[in-house]
């Protein structure tokens, strides 16, 4: 089954709208972390934002918030008053508690903010 | 700031060649890791490193090696390049403790062709 599961591969906003990207995760471990990456045309994986699963409150970054449903094990990125900057591809990814070291990432979603 | 270098951009190998990429991180991190992208695959593990000469296989390592002689640098070796082996590869490097949300850093990409 998959860890991180992105629907969406292709979005379209409008410049200065919000948008969501949704995520959701599958895992059995009661502690995990769950993390957003931005990444443009040129290539580099910029971190954006990261969520706890015992975090209470969910997790803001200016203009990024992610939108957190432990119940639905979702983890949506908000991004609010979009940019033409901010077209990119953009990967959700969890880690788990279990002692491993790696990320889960999923197949992301490119936005596209059109002027 | 963190920095993780990844000494080739693009490149451009022959099926059969050996490939040599090369990661350098900055930060004195533990652990190194070697990603593959694919369009519509995400972002999936080759291998990673926790300390000097010592690796392990992520999810698809078949026809790929690594080496890691010194804490800052991890290289990823293809000893007989294939045409399926044309992608992106990412490396990017995290400290040993998953606490307080810290993340991974990645490189910025390197663009394998084989022909």
């Known amino acids: 089954a998959q860890k991180i599961t992105q629907t969406q591969p292709g979005m379209f906003v409008q410049e200065k709208e919000a948008v969501t990207l949704d995520c959701t995760y599958d895992?059995?471990?009661?502690?995990?972390?769950l993390f957003w990456y931005k990444q443009p045309s040129s290539g580099e994986m910029i971190f954006l934002i990261y969520?706890?699963?015992?975090?209470?409150q969910n997790a803001t970054e200016g203009r990024y918030s992610l939108n957190f449903q432990k119940a639905r094990k979702s983890a949506n990125l908000v991004i609010s008053a979009s940019q033409l900057g901010d077209s990119a591809m953009y990967f959700c990814?969890?880690?788990?508690?279990?002692?491993?070291?790696?990320?889960?990432f999923g197949t992301g979603t490119r936005l596209t903010v059109i002027p | 700031d963190v920095k993780v270098t990844q000494s080739s951009r693009y490149l451009v190998k022959r099926t059969g060649e050996k490939v040599f990429l090369e990661c350098v991180q900055d930060?004195?991190?533990?652990?190194m890791f070697w990603y593959r992208q694919d369009p519509g695959l995400g972002l999936r593990l080759i291998y990673f490193?926790?300390?000097?000469?010592?690796?392990e296989k992520g999810d698809i390592p078949e026809g790929y090696s690594v080496s890691r002689e010194k804490k800052e640098r991890f290289s990823l070796i293809l000893e007989s390049a294939s045409t399926n082996q044309t992608s992106m590869y990412l490396c990017?490097?995290?400290?040993?403790?998953?606490?307080?949300?810290?993340?991974?850093?990645f490189g910025e990409g390197s663009w394998l062709t084989v022909v």
């Open positions: 990017a490097s995290r400290e040993q403790s998953w606490s307080s949300g810290n993340t991974i850093y």
């Open positions: 895992t059995s471990d009661p502690s995990y972390g």
């Open positions: 969520q706890g699963s015992y975090d209470q």
């Open positions: 990814a969890m880690r788990e508690d279990d002692g491993a070291n790696n990320l889960f």
């Open positions: 930060m004195d991190h533990e652990n």
């Open positions: 490193s926790y300390d000097v000469k010592m690796k």
